[in-house]
């Protein structure tokens, strides 16, 4: 309200553009009702992500209409005509403009997977808002600029002549220096694509949860009452930390649930202080590495640190629990048990990797009983005989029931448990030969004792090992590029077994390919609808231009804010194609209008380019101030949103230069003048 009553100069034309506001919420509101998308962090942040772009067409309806008002020169119309050829005059353009943005966002409802799940309704969410703020600026922004505001002469508006008299003078050496301006963009361009390949990638920025969870895998011959004491002994020293506040741990999970875990396992939850009351530790990471150190004490135990929420979904990504996980799939477990080890003994040293472990699928003492079909047949007796009387020993058969009040057990007949573990004691059990003779399992069997697998994991059919680790300090996408130039160089494969990198790199690499294949087809539909808009393939290109330039702040915005390039930031360039396409249609459709009216191409840009500061600053302002809350608020879901912010808040701030400087001078350089070759139609 602020900025548009200080370009305005008239509280009442700010007053029409804040009223519009909440009605495109409610409509926003009324379409996530109508797709059945519920209020959570990423529907609603998609609805104040585009707060700060609702109020642009209703911006330039208001500002043309409150301009009509007070020419002189039209002071003899009447009211209603004059707002009606005010708003008349830019609908076409900010109709296209709004249809453009709604159309850039369509990308995000292609996304597959879980990518599709968290940005699907953020993407409905603003598409709905902006489809509002379209209605409004179109039907209820005249209808309330009839009501209160009035025609007559204006005051002069300091602040806007202050903005003229600067903007006036570098617009006419922008104009005269065409050449050198334009390749100045390029310069930037080409900067800012060099800086891009230097950006970090992530799939989704971690949030904070002001927790950690550390997950626990113990000896897998441990038992119950010694994991245990073991996780006890870990909350003591997670307690000792003045940051926890408290701790809750669990030991195992059991079969009726999901993901059954044995006793080996464990995780152990630490609930934090309030950042405020932290004494030693200036952040969480400090703690964590702190915490990493202390629980080392601890012989036996493997560690890895994570917070609830990702723990799920890093799980529900690679069935792992960290964010990153290399898959090694093959047939022999005794393969892929060995290639894990190679891969982890030779990445151990990149920098970023932490917890790095091998998923434990080894370790179980077992008693392997392996029938000799030769000697059973010499006895005459079956394999599956054989293979009862073993189940008989170890797992034991009901044989009665014992009732005791209203409860009724079952009595279980089987070896005592020294027995069922002990090879020999098993190799004494008795068979009955076919002649009846007493024949010992150990003659008929071999009966070792040996380590096998915990656990057969199993992947699309195929039997797998993963190596896992989580990354700090660095992006993932980084740390992959380490992890498989050294694979590649110190790894060999046997034919038939292969490596894949999964987590939360998977999902990166896919939302990204899928991106890149979509958004090239939706500059075309974009620059199809520009060609159809205005019926010049010229003018058409000239606006597109201002999508690769709005590249040049993004990318700034990424490396100042210290933020990775992740599918939130991508939603950020989505949106901040859409509003450089948004700026450039308003001013070269005034280009196209003030031709029509005998204007020099020189004269016209100019004038033009000078009518259009005060809408191109507002809107631009208006959407900045919106976003800066989410640039730099730490609330809960703000790291997903800080990225998506920083690309638009630092690339618009760059568009609307390079809007308000470059695009006049691409149009002298590239429009023919009037009469030559036939000058286009103007909107």
Not at 70 to 85: F, M, S, V, Y
Request: charge should be neutral; hydrophobic fraction near 50%; include cysteine.
């Amino acid at each position: 309200l602020l900025v548009l009553a200080l370009f305005l100069g008239n509280w009442r034309s700010a007053l029409i553009v804040a009223l519009s506001l909440p009605i495109c919420a409610l409509l926003a509101i009324i379409g996530m009702q109508w797709q059945g998308i519920s209020a959570n962090l990423m529907s609603l942040g998609g609805l104040a992500i585009a707060i700060g772009m609702l109020g642009d067409g209703s911006i330039v309806i208001v500002e043309n209409i409150y301009r009509y008002l007070g020419d002189p020169n039209r002071q003899k119309e009447k009211k209603t005509n004059l707002i009606l050829a005010a708003a008349e005059d830019v609908a076409r353009p900010v109709a296209f403009s709004i249809a453009i943005i709604i159309l850039v966002f369509l990308p995000l409802l292609t996304l597959e997977g879980y990518e599709r799940k968290m940005f699907a309704p953020m993407a409905w969410t603003m598409a709905a808002a902006l489809a509002g703020s379209l209605l409004t600026a179109l039907l209820l922004v005249p209808a309330l600029a009839m009501l209160l505001l009035r025609s007559g002469k204006q005051r002069v508006n300091l602040l806007l002549v202050l903005c003229t008299n600067l903007y006036r003078p570098l617009l006419k050496r922008a104009c005269r220096w065409k050449v050198p301006v334009m390749l100045s963009g390029l310069l930037l361009l080409a900067a800012s694509l060099f800086a891009l390949k230097h950006v970090g990638r992530e799939f989704i920025p971690t949030l904070e949860e002001h927790s950690i969870l550390i997950g626990v895998t113990m000896a897998p011959s441990i038992s119950l009452e010694e994991a245990v004491k073991t996780v006890l002994r870990l909350e003591e020293l997670a307690l000792s930390f003045s940051e926890v506040r408290e701790t809750v741990s669990r030991i195992g999970r059991p079969e009726a649930g999901s993901h059954p875990h044995p006793v080996n396992t464990g995780e152990i939850q630490l609930e934090l202080l309030s950042l405020k009351q932290w004494s030693r530790f200036r952040n969480k990471t400090e703690l964590v590495d702190a915490l990493r150190q202390t629980l080392a004490q601890v012989p036996g135990v493997q560690f890895d640190f994570t917070q609830p929420i990702q723990n799920a979904f890093d799980e529900l990504l690679s069935g792992g629990k960290t964010q990153l996980s290399i898959k090694i799939f093959g047939e022999d477990l005794e393969v892929l048990r060995d290639k894990a080890s190679e891969i982890k003994e030779s990445i151990v040293d990149i920098p970023g990797l932490v917890d790095l472990s091998i998923e434990q699928s080894f370790g179980q003492p077992q008693v392997q009983v392996i029938a000799d079909r030769t000697a059973c047949a010499r006895f005459g007796i079956a394999v599956s005989q054989l293979m009862e009387l073993v189940e008989l020993a170890v797992g034991g058969e009901v044989i009665d029931s014992l009732y005791l009040n209203t409860r009724k057990y079952g009595i279980r007949l089987r070896y005592q448990e020294n027995s069922r573990n002990d090879p020999e004691a098993l190799g004494k059990l008795l068979l009955n030969g076919s002649e009846g003779q007493l024949i010992r399992l150990s003659e008929v069997a071999e009966i070792r004792q040996l380590t096998g697998p915990i656990q057969i994991s199993r992947e699309n059919n195929q039997r797998r090992w993963i190596v896992q680790a989580n990354v700090k300090g660095r992006d993932i996408g980084s740390v992959v590029a380490d992890i498989q130039a050294r694979v590649g160089e110190k790894i060999t494969l046997p034919p038939g077994y292969l490596i894949e990198y999964g987590g939360q790199f998977e999902n990166q690499q896919r939302a990204m390919r899928r991106l890149f294949l979509i958004i090239p087809l939706v500059i075309a539909g974009v620059f199809t609808m520009l060609w159809l808009t205005f019926s010049s393939f010229r003018q058409a290109c000239i606006i597109i231009i201002n999508i690769p330039l709005s590249l040049v702040g993004g990318v700034a915005g990424l490396l100042i804010m210290q933020q990775f390039l992740s599918v939130p930031a991508a939603v950020g360039f989505i949106a901040l194609f859409g509003i450089a396409v948004q700026n450039g249609m308003v001013m070269v459709s005034t280009f196209n209008s003030l031709s029509k009216q005998g204007y020099s191409l020189s004269e016209a840009v100019q004038e033009g380019a000078l009518l259009r500061l005060r809408p191109v600053l507002m809107t631009a302002l208006t959407t900045i101030l919106g976003l800066l809350p989410l640039l730099l608020s730490n609330g809960p879901g703000s790291e997903v949103q800080r990225p998506l912010a920083a690309v638009v808040i630092f690339g618009l701030s760059t568009s609307t230069l390079l809007t308000l400087f470059i695009l006049p001078a691409v149009f002298l350089s590239i429009e023919p003048k009037p009469g030559v070759n036939g000058h286009s139609q103007p909107m």
